[in-house]
């Protein structure tokens, strides 16, 4: 007999039979979210879990578990697994490092550009029907090239989005708990600074911490206030790094230039658990879906692949 694996999420049915080779499996494709009591009662006779970011994986679902050896994150992150827990019950515990450097690197220079010629703004102006035709001052955007570009958490995914900083000939200044190796450095024409140093010199300043007791709120009014007032934020990590009643606050005083200064494009904010250790799902409502500059994204799966549609919709 197959030893019983839970898949949590939505797959692509590829994986699903190569996992049937070698298990029996329960495949959520329905992909409702299972929470902590739908993992209990799916996980009670399993020896393993693919899981997603939306899986909490705590401490009660671990006990009502007593067969479970390991839980595969198919995520970089795995701030929803409670790792003391599982090291605890002797479960292993997986996540997938490095397979999204490049795409996500793409994306947070997607939305660098966008904000920066303020695309999506644009764009509903034009869509409202409310272009008169060519005017000089309308719609005037931050130039990219020759800028300085600040990147707050340089890790992989920070190198890759300063390397595609080159050839608009940026200066790039990071800001790092270690300074790189010095052929790192060079790699990426990257200088380490001070927090206070990128904070002040940044004209488009990228977030890519990870998601921790000690990154959370790590922008807040303090930070904010150091920003030049034409700086553009770049969130590519979880919503919980940047205060948000701070930058909204930031925005409607014109500190940060509305319109022109924030993109947020951490997956939608968790709501946060008393210990901040791990992120639960649903997202809690935030307070900046009321604000018209900043601009949003959905968690995206980042991870090129090509499909003859264009997304869940068909656009």
């Known amino acids: 007999m197959k030893p019983r694996i839970l898949v949590a999420r939505e797959v692509f049915p590829e994986v699903l039979a190569r996992l049937a080779e070698h298990f029996e499996v329960d495949a959520n494709q329905a992909d409702t979210i299972l929470g902590v009591e739908g993992l209990k009662a799916r996980l009670a006779d399993k020896v393993g879990a693919l899981t997603a970011g939306t899986d909490p994986i705590t401490p009660e679902v671990i006990a009502a578990a007593p067969g479970l050896k390991a839980v595969c994150n198919f995520a970089v992150g795995y701030n929803n ?41 644009a764009e509903r102006w034009l869509r409202a029907g409310l272009w008169p035709g060519f005017r000089l001052l309308d719609w005037m955007g931050s130039d990219v090239h020759h800028a300085t570009l600040g990147i707050l958490g340089m890790g992989r995914i920070g190198q890759a989005v300063a390397r595609r900083a080159l050839g608009f000939d940026m ?135 090509s499909l003859p549609w264009g997304g869940p919709t068909g656009g």
């Open 81 to 121: 697994i409670d790792l003391a827990a599982c090291t605890h019950a002797g479960v292993m515990a997986t996540n997938t490092p490095g397979v999204l450097d490049d795409t996500t690197a793409d994306l947070a220079w997607a939305l660098l550009m966008a904000s920066a010629r303020r695309l999506p703004a």
């Open 171 to 305: 200066k790039v200044i990071y800001h790092n708990r270690s300074r790189l190796d010095e052929d790192k450095e060079a790699a990426c024409r990257a200088s380490w600074v001070d927090k206070q140093t990128l904070l002040r010199e940044a004209d488009f300043l990228v977030l890519l911490l990870p998601y921790s007791p000690e990154s959370h709120h790590i922008i807040g009014a303090a930070e904010l206030a150091l920003m030049k007032p034409t700086a553009h934020l770049i969130n590519v990590a979880r919503g919980g790094i940047v205060d948000e009643e701070a930058l909204i606050s930031a925005l409607r005083q014109r500190r940060l230039q509305p319109d022109r200064s924030a993109c947020r494009a951490a997956a939608a904010k968790p709501a946060q658990s008393r210990s901040l250790e791990m992120t639960v799902y649903p997202p809690a409502p935030s307070p900046m879906e009321g604000v018209t500059s900043v601009r949003w994204l959905c968690h995206l799966r980042v991870i090129g692949f």
